[in-house]
């Protein structure tokens, strides 16, 4: 018998397991070009095929992912920053994720959002927060950022959860056949050409 995967990379020109996952970057759980065009694939399957239904698994790569999930919150702590300065003005975004930060006016955020932050900062012999160069600010930020198993799980859930919005939303899916399940508990490997960092699909 044929595997699901199999026929669809037979229907559609390609290979069946390029359509089983689609991959992430690390510590993020937003979808490239290219995972957008492998559910734009995976729902067009579906409208052809009455009888399948898809279930998505999110996947964590463990230490990468941690390392990722680390940089993204460090990051938006930065964008945080302007996004203040923008309300301040009347023309903020509507979230900290739509928020750009120039090359020329990071490190000044990013010393804004240092400042803000609780950990033990080097000091003078007075007793006063040293100054520090842009790059080990960052290193501080990202040393003491507390991130754990739970964070991975909820990244694994969060990965799955873009693929049915994005399958339900525009790739215009039915919402009835796409299921998200309950992400692995362990760090995932790479699969064949796949990333850790991904989200796998079963068809029933």
């Known amino acids: 018998m044929t595997a699901p995967f199999a026929l669809l990379g037979k229907l559609f020109g390609g290979k069946g397991d390029e359509l089983s996952s689609v991959d992430f970057p690390d510590g993020l759980a937003a979808l490239d070009d290219a995972g957008r065009k492998k559910l734009d694939a995976l729902a067009k ?19 990468a992912d941690l390392e990722g999930l680390r940089s993204a ?17 009347g023309g903020a975004p509507g979230s900290v994720d739509d928020v750009v930060v120039a090359a020329a006016e990071r490190e000044a955020y990013l010393a804004k959002a240092y400042r803000k932050e609780k950990f033990p900062k080097p000091r003078t012999a007075l007793g006063i927060a040293k100054d520090l160069p ?12 507390q991130v754990g198993d ?17 399958m339900t939303g525009p790739a215009a899916a039915d919402p009835a056949r796409v299921f998200v399940l309950e992400p692995g508990a362990q760090a995932a490997a790479p699969k064949d050409k796949a990333r850790a960092s991904r989200v796998d699909f079963s068809l029933k």
């Open 150 to 166: 739970d964070d991975l799980r909820q990244l694994a859930l969060a990965r799955s959860n873009a693929v049915k919005d994005y």
């Open 73 to 89: 919150r460090v990051e938006r702590k930065i964008k945080a920053q302007k996004l203040a300065d923008l309300a301040k003005k």
């Open 45 to 63: 399957a579906l409208k052809d095929r009455p009888a399948l239904k898809l279930e998505a698994t999110g996947r964590f790569s463990g230490a």
């Open 134 to 145: 842009a790059d080990e600010m960052e290193k501080l930020m990202l040393v003491n950022e």
